[in-house]
């Protein structure tokens, strides 16, 4: 069973414990069930996207201060309903990797999941602290009127836009990246989803706009994240242009190079995973479990973003480093 379930990672190297021992067992189980009905997967990852952003509702009314278990019960919902779009999020790369049923828009499809879970998990918390305030406005000695309500609120939704839009989705995206890259040097171009924004313009710029209206869509918003991904790493940039250079093709770099940058990027892989989905989701949780949502959006401002920058500027600082080596 272990070794079945293992079959189905991207690598060890960039699985997190907690995928290891609770959701890529429970992903496995559901790939399993999937495969036996003779599901896609991307129909399975846009059902992770419909589950998980229904449970906005849930948080959004989950307030146990003024609706007492009720409000608890709703926050559990919650949880479970994002967890268990995590389970199929996981289960759709399994399924690919049984199958062979790996396509460019289930590798756009994935990386947009995560947007369309937390996009109206946000929004619904900005709803959840217009209706549920009272105790912050008593700790801040604030009248609770409708105008200073609109004004907390106008406030906390400004944070949130920026914590979603400028700290999570670049969070995620560079996270994405240093495992992409890492796969790409552990296993090739095969085991890798490793996309360059200049293959993926060609592709959109040759795809007719007719009859492919939403795909031109997809495909602008793919471009676009992986010009953010290349924007955010000169250095590792840098140094694949000088590997292109030198060796031609990619396959042609040699292993004892591939060995050198594995070693390097290894220790990365762990700021990657806190940054993508377990460690945002339990601190999502508890603050929605004590009744302080907006916690969050601190821990991702300020926690997360440190985290993201301390990574960067590692894989960063190591190209560098392995640049002037050669």
Not at 34 to 44: A, Y
Not at 68 to 87: P, Q, R, S
Not at 102 to 121: C, H, M, N, Y
Not at 287 to 305: A, H, V
């Amino acid at each position: 069973m272990k070794e079945n379930v293992e079959s189905t990672y991207k690598s060890n190297d960039t699985e997190e414990w907690i995928d290891t021992v609770w959701t890529r067992p429970i992903g496995y189980q559901w790939a399993l069930f999937f495969k036996r009905l003779n599901v896609h997967p991307n129909t399975v990852t846009v059902l992770s996207m419909i589950i998980g952003a229904s449970s906005a509702f849930f948080f959004a009314h989950g307030s146990y201060r003024t609706e007492g278990m009720d409000g608890l019960l709703l926050n559990v919902v919650a949880i479970l309903l994002l967890a268990w779009a995590n389970f199929y999020d996981s289960a759709d790369g399994q399924l690919a990797r049984m199958t062979g049923k790996k396509t460019q828009l289930g590798r756009i499809l994935d990386g947009a999941a995560s947007e369309v879970w937390f996009i109206p998990i946000y929004l619904g918390l900005v709803y959840r602290f217009y209706i549920h305030h009272g105790l912050e406005f008593q700790w801040l000695g604030i009248e609770d009127n409708e105008q200073n309500t609109l004004i907390a609120t106008s406030i906390l939704l400004a944070l949130t836009l920026y914590s979603g839009f400028g700290c999570h989705s670049r969070q995620c995206g560079l996270a994405d990246y240093y495992r992409q890259i890492h796969l790409f040097f552990l296993k090739g171009e095969a085991g890798s989803e490793l996309d360059k924004s200049a293959q993926q313009q060609k592709i959109y710029n040759e795809t007719p706009w007719k009859g492919n209206f939403l795909w031109k869509a997809f495909l602008k918003t793919y471009v676009n994240y992986t010009k953010g991904q290349e924007a955010q790493t000169p250095n590792f940039q840098q140094l694949m242009k000088m590997l292109r250079s030198q060796y031609g093709e990619t396959k042609n770099i040699p292993q004892s190079f591939r060995d050198k940058f594995r070693s390097l990027s290894l220790p990365i892989m762990k700021w990657t995973n806190i940054l993508t989905f377990n460690t945002r989701a339990i601190v999502l949780y508890l603050t929605c479990l004590i009744d302080l949502p907006w916690l969050y959006f601190g821990f991702e401002i300020i926690i997360m973003n440190t985290i993201c920058h301390y990574m960067r500027r590692s894989h960063e600082k190591f190209c560098k480093e392995l640049m002037y080596q050669k």
